[in-house]
Nanobody, 117 residues
Framework: QVQLVESGGGLVQPGGSLRLSCAASGRIFSVSAMGWYRQAPGKQREVVAGITTGGSTNYANSVKGRFTISRDNAKNTLYLQMNSLRPEDTAVYYC???????????WGQGTQVTVSL
């Protein structure tokens, strides 16, 4: 399996920026895609952004143009650069690693992002 540890969350004012990191270990060579999800209080977990091993990226409409997902393969680390943050971006952000064969669907413990004055 794959172990994931997120960091970089915190309190930021509207319009500010944060960069989340997700350090991966374990069967990283088997992972086909990684992504960031978030879950706000009382809401379902939703996808924020994803990236494949080939470097293809995709984003939720709500974050396009503001968030950027990237990965550093040498450091086994996934990033999410978040700019122009809004109060509605407040949530716990989770890192995910996925593969079909072998079956991998690993989650980190989450990191809190709060956007408020």
């Amino acid at each position: 399996q794959v172990q994931l540890v997120e960091s970089g969350g915190g309190l930021v004012q509207p319009g500010g920026s944060l960069r989340l990191s997700c350090a991966a270990s374990g069967r990283i060579f088997s992972v086909s895609a990684m992504g960031w999800y978030r879950q706000a209080p009382g809401k379902q977990r939703e996808v924020v952004a994803g990236i494949t091993t080939g470097g293809s990226t995709n984003y939720a409409n709500s974050v396009k143009g503001r968030f950027t997902i990237s990965r550093d393969n040498a450091k086994n680390t996934l990033y999410l650069q978040m700019n122009s943050l809004r109060p509605e971006d407040t949530a716990v952000y989770y890192c995910n690693a996925f593969a079909v064969n072998p079956r991998i669907n690993s989650w980190g413990q989450g990191t809190q992002v709060t956007v408020s004055l």
